[in-house]
């Protein structure tokens, strides 16, 4: 490979990072994630430190993804790991769904007026039902 084409590619690299980093921050941004999780803690006066471990935990775990980092961990750890990613993967989605504000819709949708409750705690009792079969049994 020529000189060119490894500046080439490097540049290529480098835009669809920035890319993609910029829309994981708009997400985040468009979805009020940080503010929202402040307003539910009563933490208003940790919101700059609720956007650095936001910011370092995306750098840490992209440089651990680049550089491929094997660490062979004891499964307490780990599954506190699972357990915080679990919770932040929610918090986008449960952002995302009060953004767009779809549970309203589907129950409307399913007949469902006057149980959103119950629909609500069919979606998590399921997620979580799935998450442990994945996680326990390997399915």
């Known amino acids: 490979m020529s000189i060119i084409q490894v500046m080439l590619v490097v540049l290529v690299g480098l835009g669809w990072g920035v890319a993609v980093g910029s829309g994981f921050v708009a997400f985040i941004t468009v979805l009020d994630i940080v503010p929202r999780l402040t307003q539910l803690t009563n933490a208003h006066q940790h919101i700059r430190k609720l956007e650095w471990a936001l910011v370092s935990g995306a750098l840490f775990f992209t440089l651990i993804d680049f550089y491929q980092i094997k660490t062979s961990l004891p499964v307490l750890v780990t599954s506190v790991y699972g357990l915080l990613a679990g919770v932040f993967v929610g918090t986008l989605a449960a952002g995302l769904t009060e953004a767009l ?39």
């Open 101 to 139: 504000n779809v549970f309203p819709i589907i129950a409307k949708r399913l007949h469902m007026d006057g149980s959103l409750l119950y629909l609500l705690m069919a979606m998590v009792f399921g997620k979580i039902t799935g998450s442990l079969l994945q996680w326990l049994l390997h399915l």
